[in-house]
């Protein structure tokens, strides 16, 4: 399919500029490398060229119609995107102030541009003196990653797939140089995990174990003595209840005898009395 019917199926036909901004990024494409090794169609390629055009001369493109287009699942779409773009050179300049506007976090720009220069003054610390001419920190990855970890840390929601379709990598290479940034600087972008171990949570713990007997002595239990001693201090407890009730009861009876407990007498019974009445009743 000619690149000028795609363009007109996503509505790009009017802006020639972009066509044949297209048309040559796919004419160096077919001349560096062949696509279908990274599994990308022709179509495909004529839809990922084409965006690439629109980006780099900031015109607007419908992205989803042109996933429906290429015949591909997002996720697959992106891949190829960026694996085409690493492949024929396209460099995306990712600036941190124009990220914090389109994510809405634009009071973390100071801090991802302090966490930024942090990281790279670390990581050339840690390299030899004959690679640090080497290193490159100007790939959009890193600002990304930046990005996303002082997001997190001051608890701001980021979409992650959004932001590593934006700088153009891939998934685990975001991972990776997310995960370098951690190790590197935590002191800045570390957050501590929320969930806690179980087994480190020692509060109320006798309302788990129940069963004196399921209770461990390395676990934060309690040992065979101290089953004892707490049983026998529960024990002198519900006596010092007992005998705190008894001599307030004790003393109230003293106090006030007439309303104490009065004595019951039960009345015996003579049926042997009853029964020769009722005889002479009948002899009468």
Not at 27 to 39: H, K, Y
Not at 239 to 254: C, L, N, P, R
Request: overall charge positive.
């Amino acid at each position: 399919m000619d690149i000028s019917d795609i363009a007109r199926k996503l509505d790009l036909s009017n802006n020639k500029l972009v066509v044949r901004k297209a048309a040559e990024i796919r004419r160096l494409c077919d001349a560096q490398f062949d696509s279908s090794v990274i599994g990308v169609g022709e179509i495909c390629k004529a839809v990922i060229c084409l965006e690439i055009a629109a980006s780099r001369l900031q015109v607007i493109f419908d992205r989803q119609a042109a996933i429906k287009l290429s015949g591909m699942s997002e996720k697959a779409y992106t891949r190829s995107f960026n694996s085409l773009q690493n492949v024929i050179g396209v460099k995306i300049k990712l600036n941190v102030k124009e990220l914090a506007v389109q994510f809405g976090c634009v009071r973390i720009i100071k801090s991802v541009q302090n966490m930024l220069s942090l990281y790279k003054e670390r990581f050339l610390a840690s390299l030899p003196a004959s690679r640090r001419a080497n290193a490159d920190f100007t790939r959009p990855v890193f600002t990304a990653a930046a990005f996303y970890l002082c997001a997190k840390k001051q608890k701001l929601k980021v979409d992650k797939l959004r932001l590593v379709e934006v700088c153009g990598t891939s998934e685990s290479e975001f991972s990776c140089v997310s995960t370098s940034m951690i190790d590197l600087c935590f002191d800045c972008v570390g957050v501590s995990k929320e969930k806690k171990d179980a087994k480190d949570v020692k509060g109320n713990r006798e309302l788990i174990d129940v069963l004196p007997e399921k209770r461990k002595l390395e676990d934060g239990g309690y040992s065979s003595d101290d089953e004892s001693s707490c049983y026998k201090r529960h024990k002198k407890m519900e006596e010092a209840k007992y005998e705190d009730w008894k001599s307030t009861v004790v003393h109230s009876i003293k106090k006030n005898p007439e309303k104490g407990p009065k004595k019951v007498i039960q009345t015996s019974l003579s049926f042997t009395k009853k029964a020769a009445t009722e005889e002479v009743q009948v002899d009468s």
